[in-house]
């Protein structure tokens, strides 16, 4: 009885942990959104304007961008800048307008 018990309360933990996560991604979401695409052309513009290796793109970021992970595509001179599950976004190196952010797909924000 008193293991049931515990394992009821445990998966209630567990519930609760869930929707508490999905709640704070869902407030954060716009912040997420704009910070990939900002890391997909500040990392582009590091790979492919500035010649570095994508390993030393990330000293570019500001602080708080420790979640971005970057993926290099040289094959389009493309930059993917994601945070897993989250957000994504791409940018690619044009030789004349420079690192240009793929069109955001996303679902447009409400401003009050």
């Not at 994508?54 to 970057?70: A, H, N, P, S, T």
Request: net charge positive; hydrophobic share 45%; aromatic share 8%.
């Amino acid at each position: 009885m008193m293991a049931r018990r515990l394992g009821f309360g445990l998966i209630l933990i567990v519930i609760a942990a869930l929707v508490a996560g999905w709640l704070y991604i869902e407030q954060r979401r716009a912040q997420l959104e704009l910070g990939v695409g900002y890391a997909a052309r500040v990392a582009c513009a590091c790979r492919y304007i500035g010649n570095r290796p994508i390993g030393q793109c990330y000293k570019d970021f500001e602080l708080g961008m420790e979640v971005i992970r970057l993926a290099d595509d040289p094959a389009t001179k493309s930059v993917t800048a994601s945070v897993p599950l989250i957000a994504s976004r791409r940018a690619t190196f044009d030789p004349l307008l420079g690192c240009q952010a793929e069109p955001f797909k996303g679902k447009p924000l409400k401003v009050h």
